[in-house]
């Protein structure tokens, strides 16, 4: 079967209505609590400095070539940890076991205390960085 036909068939079997759902879940989303992003991470949560280095890596690997898909779903996963090293009381098993919307939220979370981090760590993540490249360029 030629993969249009495939795609199409798919298509047809797909269920209905599904923006109408996600709609109504981005609704229902905005009226619950969300934490400020504005709040200064508290100095236990961080990332790993072995993830950090790992995500690097990674990052600069990805840069060079297209990851094969062990690699990738490896280094996706070492990212995730180090975005959930910010979200208190959540670790990659219970960040697993949720609904998708509440994935969808700590993930968004996570990601903007990330960015928060590295920008109040701004000396310590550039010396990390020269450091990983340094030790990419000597292998």
């Known amino acids: 079967m030629p993969f249009a036909l495939f795609r199409l068939n798919l298509s047809r079997q797909a269920p209905r209505n599904n923006g109408r759902c996600i709609a109504v879940a981005l609704v229902l989303l905005s009226f619950g609590e969300h934490p400020a992003y504005s709040e200064p991470v508290p100095s236990d949560l961080g990332p790993d400095v072995a993830d950090l280095r790992t995500y690097l890596e990674c990052s600069m690997d990805a840069e060079a070539g297209l990851l094969g898909f062990d690699e990738a779903a490896f280094c996706s996963t070492v990212f995730m940890k180090i975005k959930l090293s910010f979200v208190p009381d959540i670790d990659l098993d219970t960040f697993?076991?949720?609904?998708p919307a509440e994935k969808s939220a700590i993930n968004r979370l996570g990601y903007r205390l990330y960015l928060d981090w590295k920008e109040a760590n701004a000396d310590e993540f550039d010396a990390l960085?020269?450091?990983?490249?340094a030790s990419q360029v000597d292998s």
């Open 96 to 99: 697993n076991s949720l609904e």
């Open 129 to 133: 960085l020269a450091e990983v490249r």
